[in-house]
């Protein structure tokens, strides 16, 4: 006599998945029917200083949120080491991380798309934990020049607004990641030669099980470009500056200030004015400017020479990271010209000094969706 189970059926159950317990009733938002999750894209051991990174991404069953990053410099031997300024966050000189079609969504020197984009976002973390020198997985370097450090390329902007599919192995995205040489990662380089070593995780929304929805406003995306802005600034000038033609919802504008030697410095006029199409929408004490980073980034620290201004203040004073509405991004076109103004812009040993922009801007495929559409 075959085996079976009280109900009758033949005894094959056992061998059988387990079902899916997590499944919601149809309706309502698309986080409610799907899960944040990690998974790993790659590691990479023993890169050398200068090389080029092009380790293909792989697929993910879901939507891609952003790359999580742990760098490790390892096998530096001697007592002679001694960091860069922007060290160990310019490990690559350029960074370029673009979607399926070819879209710039990331492309910006190390320093600026490893620390400052996670700083000042907002879509990394909140209050201290937006602070990539804050993560516990971070060391300091040692005199051999050793150093570990983890960071993210973000994409989700709001809660699974501004996602990218993975779910297709033939439409992923590209990263590529210039590695800085030593002679750029260190003042004074390690007697024995380091190595790099990178690991990249990938978080993720999983598909919904059961239901059929999607991400708010999939297709829309928050592009992070560096540009220089021009013209360069005299020591002591008085000068205005334009910043690069946009074309999207600009949602944070970080500003950065170097000399002739490309030291960060603090040479901010003592009352700062950006206009927008000629009109002045910050003419503000460079102190309150400060005070308005404090307030709005929590508390963190303010590198020297960078200034960083928010829109992502919708429901608060404060950047609450991935809680926001959109309401206040400034809506820009290919004509849109902003404007930075200083009568007079401070001293430097070693002019001119250059003026960087880093714009996260908002490109919507369609309207751009405001509120809260998770909820």
């Known amino acids: 006599m075959p085996a079976s189970t009280m109900n ?44 080029v990174i092009t380790q293909p991404l792989v697929a993910a069953p879901g939507y891609f949120r952003g790359f999580r990053l742990k760098f490790s410099v390892t096998g530096g031997t001697g007592n002679v080491a001694v960091p860069s300024p922007d060290a160990p966050y310019d490990i690559a000189s350029l960074v370029t991380l673009k979607d399926a079609f070819g879209t710039p969504l990331i492309v910006a020197p190390g320093w600026h798309a490893f620390y400052l984009i996670p700083k000042y976002g907002g879509q990394f973390g909140t209050q201290e934990g937006r602070d990539p020198s804050n993560l516990p997985s971070n060391t300091q370097m040692n005199l051999q020049g050793n150093v570990q450090f983890s960071t993210v390329l973000p994409l989700e902007f709001a809660k699974a607004y501004g996602v990218i599919s993975g779910a297709n192995a033939s439409l992923l995205p590209t990263l590529i990641m210039n590695l800085a040489p030593s002679t750029g990662f260190y003042t004074a380089i390690p007697t024995g030669a380091p190595v790099v070593n990178i690991t990249n995780d990938a978080d993720f929304y999983w598909l919904p099980e059961g239901v059929a929805t999607m991400p708010p406003g999939l297709g829309t995306t928050c592009q992070w470009i560096y540009q220089q802005c021009t013209p360069q600034i005299g020591s002591g000038s008085t000068a205005t500056v334009q910043l690069p033609r946009l074309g999207g919802y600009l949602n944070v504008l970080i500003l950065e200030l170097r000399d002739a030697n490309g030291f960060r410095v603090d040479a901010w006029p003592q009352r700062l004015r950006i206009y927008v199409d000629g009109v002045p929408l910050i003419d503000s004490d460079i102190q309150a400017v400060f005070d308005d980073m404090y307030i709005q980034f929590q508390g ?7 200034i960083a201004i928010s829109r992502r203040t919708s429901l608060s004073q404060e950047d609450f990271g991935l809680f926001d509405t959109g309401e206040t991004y400034l809506s820009t076109n290919p004509g849109t010209l902003i404007e930075v103004q200083g009568a007079p812009w401070g001293t430097v040993a070693a002019p001119p000094i250059t003026m960087s922009a880093v714009i996260g801007q908002v490109v919507p495929s369609g309207t751009l969706v405001q509120g809260l559409p998770e909820m």
């Open 300 to 306: 963190t620290s303010r590198p020297v020479g960078v």
């Open 8 to 51: 009758g059926n033949a005894g094959t159950t056992a061998g059988l998945p387990q079902p899916q317990t997590t499944i919601e009733p149809p309706g309502g938002p698309f986080i409610r029917h799907s899960q944040p999750g990690r998974r790993p894209m790659w590691t990479l051991t023993n890169q050398s200083f200068g090389a």
